[in-house]
Nanobody, 126 residues
Framework: QVVESGGGLAQPGGSLRLSCVIS????????VGWFRQAPGKAREGVSC????????YEAGSVKGRFTISRDPAKNTVYLQMNSLKPEDTAVYYC?????????????????????WGRGTQVTVSS
């Protein structure tokens, strides 16, 4: 099971931190990613991380602004979002696929995750 939290309303230039708790297997057995989908737009892979070795992938649209991290003790993956822009407004989803998958393959949506969360709304507006 995958459960997201931490969405909400932020002003342009502001920050939010999303959390994704993985239940069941320990985090080291998963590759975990954050995705987003804005109304009328295709789903986009934002950032992904290996629960095992911490290797990361970030989409160009968020590079330098968003940071993905993991806390194995809490079985949790975070997405720290800084310098938010109105175009970051979307429903953000966490997804997990069993380890062995490439981090880039997950984020580039070249494979289907084993589990999806229900999503959390992020709205960036003044």
């Amino acid at each position: 099971q995958v459960v997201e939290s931490g969405g909400g309303l932020a002003q342009p230039g502001g920050s939010l931190r999303l959390s994704c708790v993985i239940s069941g297997l320990q985090l080291e057995y998963w590759v975990v990613g954050w995705f987003r989908q804005a109304p009328g737009k295709a789903r986009e892979g934002v950032s992904c991380i290996s629960g095992d070795d911490g290797s990361r992938y970030e989409a160009g649209s968020v590079k330098g602004r968003f940071t993905i991290s993991r806390d194995p003790a809490k079985n949790t993956v975070y997405l720290q979002m800084n310098s938010l822009k109105p175009e970051d407004t979307a429903v953000y989803y966490c997804a997990a696929v069993l380890r062995g998958a490439q981090v880039s393959s997950l984020c580039e949506q070249r494979l289907e995750p084993n589990h999806w969360g229900r999503g959390t709304q992020v709205t960036v507006s003044s």
